[in-house]
């Protein structure tokens, strides 16, 4: 029978699973609610993923220095903030397990096995759902989330090569890119079942709702454009000329506006989501632009460079890059928590 061993500095917690693919999944998400010791918070480090170097680079935001690495599983490529905001999820996809960080610090707190291939992860907006991407394994595993533990619901094969999600406000759909097909799959929670598939172009991968849950926008990685899908209708509405390789998004809190990465033109491009069009290129970065992240203050924008082994600060106002920073190598997912909102209030 597989266990899996939860550590923090206070004791060893082991939690056993009967069947993986049938039963309970009781995760680390119950050890949330251990007592854990509160790690001092002079500043909220800047968490970077290096996929390439098993680690996560930890980043002083006022000086712009790393401090420090600690090391991951393989593979660390996105992270989520836990509901209760005491942990940020690290899924480690090809080492099949999450480690858990201190939001504040990025020093570990503990880790959770058997989660196979987490690429991709997040929470339903109700927090009753959690959903992991498998994009090596081809498939989605959903699992039920009750404030303390997760408890597999079903495993849903969906080929192929599923890789970013996002859910409806009505807590009952999660969205999902299938890379190697080109299409958009809608998949029912309550059921656990797939309603259906919409052929978008080729290679999408970052998905994002407009407030409303008017229109999916999804970055067409294999094209220069973001797609607009009207999903409720599964119709696919225009597409938004970016740059070559349009990636993933960041809401910039602002009630209009919207970030894409282009991984390949190397720019970041601004939509306007409620015109559905571009109004603006950031040019003169580095290689790869890949996952954002904005300052509480809505000034500044980090970004990972994928494939220049940095991390950039973007300064809104200018649309200047003007700070680049070393790290490991393929840093992918970015987080810290002074952050301004990720989505969008959905109007009255």
Not at 107 to 114: K, L, S
Not at 161 to 173: C, E, I
Not at 244 to 257: P, Y
Not at 301 to 319: E, N, P, Q, Y
Request: net charge negative.
């Amino acid at each position: 029978m597989p266990s899996v061993l939860f550590q923090t500095p206070i004791q060893f917690v082991t939690f056993s699973f009967a069947s993986i693919t049938k039963a309970a999944v009781c995760a680390a998400f119950a050890c949330c609610s251990l007592t854990l010791p509160h790690f001092a918070r002079a500043a909220d480090n800047v968490i970077v993923l290096d996929s390439g170097e098993a680690q996560l680079t930890l980043i002083d935001p006022a000086t712009h220095k790393v401090i420090g690495t600690e090391p991951t599983g393989k593979e660390p490529h996105h992270l989520m903030i836990t509901p209760d905001g005491r942990s940020l999820i690290v899924a480690d996809s090809v080492s099949n397990d999450l480690m858990f960080v201190d939001p504040h610090s990025g020093r570990v707190q503990r880790r959770v096995e058997g989660i196979d291939d987490p690429y991709q992860l997040g929470f339903s907006p109700d927090h009753k759902w959690f959903v992991t991407a498998g994009l090596r394994l081809d498939r989605v595993d959903v699992y039920r989330y009750d404030g303390e533990n997760v408890t597999l619901a079903k495993r849903i094969p969906l080929a192929k090569t599923p890789s970013h999600l996002t859910f409806a406000s009505d807590n009952r759909t999660v969205f999902v890119t299938l890379q190697d097909t080109g299409e958009v799959a809608a998949i029912d929670l309550p059921s656990q079942s797939v309603l259906w598939k919409l052929h978008v172009g080729k290679t999408p991968a970052g998905l994002w709702m407009t407030p409303g849950d008017r229109y999916l926008l999804v970055g067409m990685t294999g094209e220069d454009d973001v797609a607009v899908v009207d999903w409720k209708n599964r119709q696919l509405v225009k597409k938004i000329h970016t740059g070559r390789g349009a990636h993933n998004f960041r809401n910039l809190d602002d009630g209009q506006h919207i970030a894409v990465s282009n991984r390949v033109e190397s720019t970041i491009s601004i939509l306007d989501y409620n015109t559905l069009t571009k109004v603006a290129d950031i040019t003169g970065l580095m290689p790869g632009p890949d996952d954002m992240e904005l300052s509480a203050d809505r000034r500044y924008l980090w970004v990972t460079f994928r494939f220049a082994k940095h991390v950039g600060i973007i300064d809104l106002s200018t649309h200047r890059l003007i700070d680049t920073i070393a790290v490991g190598r393929s840093p992918h997912g970015l987080y810290f928590a002074n952050r301004a909102p990720v989505y969008a209030p959905n109007p009255d």
